[in-house]
T-cell receptor
Framework: GEDVEQSLFLSVREGDSSVINCTYT??????LYWYKQEPGAGLQLLTY?????DMKQDQRLTVLLNKKDKHLSLRIADTQTGDSAIYFC????????????FGRGTQLTVWP | NAGVTQTPKFQVLKTGQSMTLQCAQD?????MSWYRQDPGMGLRLIHY???????DQGEVPNGYNVSRSTTEDFPLRLLSAAPSQTSVYFC?????????????FGPGTRLTVL
């Protein structure tokens, strides 16, 4: 299987919460990342979580990490149309810095 | 700071042509990487560099060459373009300092090979 897996599509109504899920295989990952890509643009770091944490909250964003199951999720509260984008989960490739495995990306569509 | 810049933004090549995608960063980052993004495939690592004079292969290096003569620049060369190399190419950099692997991405180059 792939090193980082995530579902490809998610549609929500404006104001609802969005939850994007990701699983990864490398148990040595120290940090796990969420990147956001808006149409026609490069990727921007959204948030990250250290592997010894279960949860990290940053304004409307909540990251949950289940290290035992190698499962990472990103929750966006009060989702807005401006949140429509592709969200990528990323995990380091072993101990080599500068190398990340990216998931295929989840296309989030927010309906007004 | 301009961050990570890439040129050109768009390029159309014929099969067999060669070209160089340019990438530069002004953040004095040690690590630089090239990724390609294909629909439904996420990002795949082509080549990366941990410092000037040091490069290594990623997942999909065939058909691409890189060099890193300065900290700032990390060009990607296509020696003989093939239609399978039609993709969006992203350059990224990260600092050698710090514990996280936060990467900064350029805006991308959309390449079409006919």
């Amino acid at each position: 299987g792939e090193d980082v897996e995530q579902s490809l599509f998610l549609s929500v109504r404006e104001g609802d919460s969005s939850v994007i899920n990701c699983t990864y295989t490398d148990s040595s990952s120290t940090y796990l990342y969420w990147y956001k890509q808006e149409p026609g643009a490069g990727l921007q770091l959204l948030t990250y979580i250290f592997s010894n944490m279960d949860m990290k909250q940053d304004q409307r964003l909540t990251v949950l990490l289940n290290k035992k199951d190698k499962h990472l999720s990103l929750r966006i509260a009060d989702t807005q149309t401006g949140d429509s984008a592709i969200y990528f989960c990323a995990a380091p490739r072993g101990s080599t810095l500068g190398r990340l495995y990216f998931g295929r990306g989840t296309q989030l569509t927010v309906w007004p | 700071n301009a961050g990570v810049t890439q040129t050109p933004k768009f390029q159309v090549l014929k099969t067999g042509q060669s070209m160089t995608l340019q990438c530069a960063q002004d953040m004095n980052h040690e690590y630089m990487s090239w990724y390609r993004q294909d629909p439904g495939m996420g990002l795949r690592l082509i080549h990366y560099s941990v410092g000037a004079g040091i490069t290594d292969q990623g997942e999909v290096p065939n058909g691409y060459n890189v060099s890193r003569s300065t900290t700032e620049d990390f060009p990607l060369r296509l020696l003989s373009a093939a239609p399978s190399q039609t993709s969006v190419y992203f350059c990224a950099s990260r600092s050698g300092q710090g514990r996280t692997d936060t990467q900064y991405f350029g805006p991308g180059t959309r390449l079409t090979v006919l």
